[in-house]
Structures are given as C-alpha cells and as structure tokens.
C-alpha cells in the first residue's frame, strides 16, 4: 500500500510531484498523477518517470495516499467521482483551499481526511504548509507531514486556524512580494535602473528571511544589529510606522481573514 495518486496535475500538482518523486519516500513507479490534459500527462511522465492516467477510479484502486489537488469548483465532482471507491484505509489528503474536513464527509463519510495549505514556494521547494487532519489520522500524519517536508518548510495545525494559514501563508506570498516591489521603486527613485534595485532588494529580501529562519531570532533582534542610533536606518524605519507601516499590515492581514470567513 505504499502507494500515492495525485488528481490534478497543475500547478500544486506538479510540485508536490516534483517534491516527491526526488525523494526517497515513494518509488516513482508507485506514483501517479491523474488530469484531464493527456498532454498535461505526457509532458509529466517524461519529466519525473511518474505512472500517468486520466481515470480517476482506476488510479486509487490499491494505493494508500490520495492527493487532491484539484480546484474549489472541481472537487465535488472528484468527491462524487471517488466515493464509492475509496476505502476505510485510504487517506484523503485535500489541498483544496477553503473546504474543510467536515465538508468532504459530506460526500466521503468515513475516510481519514487531511488538509493541507501550501503556497506557491512549492514550486521551489520553498513552500510554507500547514497540516490539519481528522481524529481518525494519527500515526500517518508523521508520513503526510514527511511528505510535504520534501517541498519545504511543514507545521501541524488545528483546523480551526486553516483559514488564518490561508491567509498568513499562501496569501502571505502576495504580501510580502508587494512590499518587495515598494523596495524596488524606493531604489528606482535613489538612482539604480530596475533590474539592478530588483537584485539589491530579492536579495537583501533572502539575507533578511534567512537571518531570522536560520538564527531563530525575533526580527526585531536582527533589526537592531543594523540600526545605529540617530543612522540613517532608524530614520526610514520610525518614518515607516509614522506612515503605518505595521498598523497597515496588520490591518491588510485582518482584512483578509474577515474576507476568507465571508467566503466560506
Ligand atoms: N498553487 C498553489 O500554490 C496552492 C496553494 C495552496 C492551495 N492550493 C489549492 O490547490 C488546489 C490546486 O491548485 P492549482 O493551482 O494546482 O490548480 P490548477 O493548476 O488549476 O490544477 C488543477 C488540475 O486538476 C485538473 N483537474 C480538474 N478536475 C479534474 C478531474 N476531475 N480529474 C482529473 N484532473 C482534474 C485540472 O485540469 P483542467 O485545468 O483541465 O481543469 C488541472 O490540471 C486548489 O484547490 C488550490 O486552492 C494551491
């Protein structure tokens, strides 16, 4: 049963296929990945060696791992496509955004389920996901959790918290890349052509996050290595939270989390 199937070979697809088939946890031949697109699939299998088809129930028949990876708007159909297949030992693992646990019981009563959120990292195996699972999965959440290791950074959640990791991590993507690019236009005004101001600020953007990941220390500690008092760092920095730097952000990230609650 050391079997995974992946429905829906996207975007999210692709890199957790990506993730996995480089790793020692599966043999490629036990994975496959189901899509509509035969050229999707064709172009898949020629880059990862992975088993390819385009029939959902033949695909799960046997395998212990089933990732759904497909749309929102796509899943019911799938759900409906694999209820009657699915056996008491499969483990369901949805990537869908904003269905929950109870809502896939709906269709699949009895099924270990377990959510995930990744975010678009994935595709460099720098994906941050966050994992919630149902009572009836307990030893295999260490497997799933190993699983997502292979393409970044995991965390075991509640449930409850899944829409807030909607929104700090996959949304936090967006977010961070807007202050990015207001870095950027800071350096275009100073002087340098785009592509040079682009450099300086991804980069200075890795050594920051790097700092905090690597050293375990509160951004904070690692802003007051570089802040000499009456420098020039600390005037941009108070002129920022003058103009609500950390208010804004704080509020955009409250914004979006009363938004994802309407969604649902
Ligand atoms: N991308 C991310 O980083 C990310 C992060 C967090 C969560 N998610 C969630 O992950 C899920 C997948 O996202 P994505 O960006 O990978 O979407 P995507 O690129 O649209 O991929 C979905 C794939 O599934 C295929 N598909 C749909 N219905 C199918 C069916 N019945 N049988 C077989 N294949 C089917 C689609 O084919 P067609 O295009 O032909 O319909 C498409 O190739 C979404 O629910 C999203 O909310 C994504």
């Known amino acids: 049963m050391n079997k995974l199937t992946i429905i829906g070979g996207g975007n999210l697809g692709k890199s957790i296929l990506s993730g996995l088939a480089n790793s020692t946890m599966f043999e490629v031949k036990n994975i496959t990945v189901v899509d509509k697109s035969k050229y999707n699939l064709t172009a898949i299998e020629e880059e990862l ?9 033949t695909s799960i028949r046997g395998v212990k791992w089933v990732i759904l990876c497909v749309q929102p708007r796509q899943l019911d159909i799938v759900l409906k496509e694999i209820k009657d297949i699915v056996t008491a030992d499969q483990i369901l ?3 869908v955004t904003g269905i929950s646990i109870a809502e896939i019981n709906e269709t699949i009563p009895i099924n270990k389920v377990v959510r995930v959120m990744p975010n678009t990292g994935a595709s460099k195996k720098l994906s941050m996901t966050c994992i919630a699972a149902n009572e009836e999965v307990k030893e295999e959440l260490e497997i799933v959790q190993k699983m997502f290791d292979t393409i970044g950074e995991t965390l075991v959640i509640e449930e409850r918290l899944m829409q807030a990791a909607t929104v700090l991590g996959a949304s936090g993507i967006a977010f961070f890349l807007r202050f990015l690019r207001a870095m950027i236009q800071g350096g275009i005004q100073m002087g340098f052509h ?11 953007a890795i050594g920051a996050a790097t700092l905090v990941a690597e050293n375990g220390t509160h951004p904070e500690r690692e802003i007051d290595k570089v802040t000499t008092p009456q420098g020039c760092t600390i005037e941009g920095l108070n002129e920022m939270e003058h103009q609500g730097l950390s208010s804004s952000v704080i509020k955009g990230v409250m914004a979006s989390y009363e938004k994802i609650n309407t969604i649902k």
């Open 49 to 57: 060696g992975v088993s390819t088809s385009q029939d959902i129930t």
């Open 194 to 204: 785009p592509h040079e101001a682009q450099i300086i600020a991804v980069q200075t």
């Open 93 to 95: 693992i949805s990537t």
